[in-house]
């Protein structure tokens, strides 16, 4: 079946490849038929010209030889043509190179013919005046340079038109772009247009009337050769997108996009929606389709308590919970400024706590004047090379801060909990995953509590733009010039947009019967060194040579490639949620370890901290540990 496909595959690429090659033998064919004509009608004119001269008197036997001796004058400028490489190419808008090939094609003709006359004149008789030959081979140039950049002539009227434009993509997505061009603000000129493919181009030679000059990897190229200032991708297939960065990272040519296509076929009068390519739509990922009826069951009419409402992850999940109808949302937080921050982008309807989770007294004292029906747990510790230098302050947020909420929740008779946890979790090397792992953990106990709340832990990658991330520092990097700092070339990471990552936290979390760790769809890897040099391009400004990147080598606690999940994996029924198999220790020992963290960090004692550390995220230490319940037992601890 496979060897039949790839049979396939391969006779279709033949058969678009003759196919391409028959189109072009049409194209070379004509424009020869073109040329035999403009050397025709050039030597006829140059004669004329010379007959204008009273003194010649041999008139009716230059034009008798001139006539037998056209024939041959063709062939040696086509031939001239061929041989310098003026045929094969695409003329309606040749550039310095082709012409360059043109004026080479013509110097040898005219050399060929004028050295031949002299030679065969006595042997054959045949006379033309040497005068004539030279006029006939320049006019020969001239005119086929007209008629090869004829657009080229008329750049300066066409510049006033607005940027020229070379269009991603030959279907009729891009033939209505190129249609509705001249409505885009400062106006555009489209001069043709590529495949989205790096394979073969179109069969089609026309599309809107314009030429299909190529496919991805001829952009460079076409941009070069007809000074292109803007590559338009029709539509918003981030595989497309990424491909077409990749290809123009050392060209300088202005990246945009035109999203919404559909929106310009189904409605002529649509406005035209084009701008700048950002990194989001670089992410090669499909996009999430949120269920709405199960998330506003779990939200509508219910008071939602989220933690770390000031950060990134936490004000989304504010400004998203407050579209489902809930009776009032609050977001706690310990940093005063970022809360100011998010509530500016908040409705009224968004209360705020000054709070931190690490004081278990002052969380019970604001869940209790709460009483939240839902709780998301975004408050967290997360930058992995700080983390390493202060284990205690990761300990007392992300493990202590967790119980802490935990027990306020059951304390209140809260009906749903939700950390969000990280993929740094999984078989980390870092005190930050490691402390986020047994937050998990803690979750995966709630069970035991028997308190009617539904624990749940949802797991992701890294967020675009959230702060202190990869992405704000290198843009902060590309406008203060540089260098660009990657870790190691190999690194590579997950990434989502934050609103992406919140919708599927809501779809998790309405998912959840009590005491799973879900994993969201995270789509491919991106490797950051690629993620960098898109970045600067995106800027409009060219990798390594604008803007400098260095490699520092990779941090304490940091891996080459994250992991999303070890263990099983089992869907939902929701196609970007999974849920992940963990095992963990039985509760009293759990319990214990904590309390021990707890007491170990608030003394700065380092070597208890990574000893529990270790005991809690080693799956084999905790084999022996028997301190369960049946029901406990049977649920995977």
Known sequence: MVGGESTGVSGRKGWLGLAKAASRVRTDITFALIDAFIV?????????????????????VFWADLLRAVPFIVVVH???????????????????????????????????VTSASLVLRDPLGIVVPTLTLVAGGLLTFLLAGLVRFRSRLFSLRKRSEGPTMLVVGSGPEAAAFARRVADIDGGGRVLGLVTDSNGSPSSRRLVADLEVMGCLTDIPEIVEALDIDQVVIAGDDPQVVSNVVDVCLDIDVRLRIVPKVEDIMRDHKAPLDVRDINVE??????????????????????????????????????????????EAVWALDRDETLLHEARLNWSDDARIVLCDVRDAESVLRAVESIKPHVIFHAAALKHVPILEDFPSEAVMTNVIGTRNVIEAASRVGAERFVLISTDKAVDPTSVMGASKAAAELLVKAGVARNDGCVYTAVRFGNVLGSRGSVIPTFVSQIRAGGPVTVTDPKMKRYFMTVGE??????????????????????????RIDDLARRLIRLAGLIPDVDIDIEYTGVRPGEKLEEQLATGPVDATSNLKVFEVKITGPRV??????????????????????????????????????????????????
């Not at 050039?42 to 003194?55: G, K, Q």
């Not at 960090?601 to 080693?618: C, K, M, P, S, W």
């Open 40 to 60: 025709v009608g050039a030597y006829v004119t140059a004669l004329a010209l010379r007959m204008l001269d009273p003194s010649v008197s041999e008139g009716q």
């Open 78 to 112: 086509l031939v001239a043509n061929a041989l310098a490489g003026a045929y094969g190419h695409t003329w309606e808008y040749a550039s310095l190179n082709e012409a360059t090939r043109l004026g080479v094609a013509s110097t040898i003709a005219l050399l060929f």
């Open 281 to 326: 739509d670089l992410l090669v990922r499909e996009k999430v389709e949120t269920d709405l009826a199960p998330v506003a069951e779990i939200l509508r009419g219910k008071r939602v308590l989220v933690t770390g409402g000031g950060g990134s992850i936490g004000s989304e999940i504010v400004r998203q919970v407050l579209g489902y109808g809930p």
């Open 501 to 526: 990552a919140v919708q599927l936290v809501l779809q998790a979390s309405a998912l959840s019967r009590g005491s799973e760790v879900f994993l969201l769809d995270m789509g491919e890897s991106v």
């Open 588 to 637: 009293g020992m759990l319990a214990e370890s904590v309390e021990d963290l707890e007491h170990a960090a608030l003394h700065g004692d380092e070597t208890v901290i990574f000893d529990r550390l270790y005991q809690l995220i080693n799956r084999k230490a905790l084999a022996t540990v028997t301190e369960a319940t049946p029901e406990m037992a049977q649920r995977g601890f």
